[in-house]
């Protein structure tokens, strides 16, 4: 089994910035999507940025452009969320996904909630104006 722990939420001022890590508990090997998704109660949990190991594709939301960034360390078998100029609407549980590797498996795949086999159980960021 594959754990996935997310930390480096917290309270920030609107502008400013965090930087969240997941971590995952063993290397997957293979070509598949990483995910870091949003959600706040009574809505839908939104991806907002995404990556494909089989060519190093990144994908972002369009309401976090130009804002976020997402990387990743092999050697720590960490996925991370770079957060700068931070806003309000931000505010939301952070959680980090992996897709089960599939001979399928696309980038065009990755913005898609329901095609993630593992998740984290989310880091809750909040951000004040």
């Known amino acids: 089994q594959v754990q996935l722990v997310e930390s480096g939420g917290g309270p920030v001022q609107a502008g400013g910035s965090l930087r969240l890590s997941c971590e995952a508990s063993?290397?997957?090997?293979?070509?598949?999507?990483l995910g870091w998704f949003r959600q706040v109660p009574g809505k839908e949990r939104e991806a907002v940025a995404y990556?494909?190991?089989?060519?190093?594709?990144?994908g972002y939301a369009d309401s976090v452009k130009g804002r976020f960034t997402i990387s990743r360390d092999f050697a720590k078998n960490t996925l991370y969320l770079q957060m700068n100029s931070l806003k309000p609407e931000d505010t939301s549980m952070y959680y980090c996904a992996a897709e089960l590797p599939d001979i399928n498996s696309s980038y065009s795949r990755c913005a898609s909630r329901g095609i993630y086999k593992y998740w984290g159980q989310g880091t809750q960021v909040t951000v004040s104006s």
């Open positions: 063993t290397y997957i090997y293979g070509s598949y999507c």
């Open positions: 990556f494909y190991t089989g060519s190093g594709y990144k």
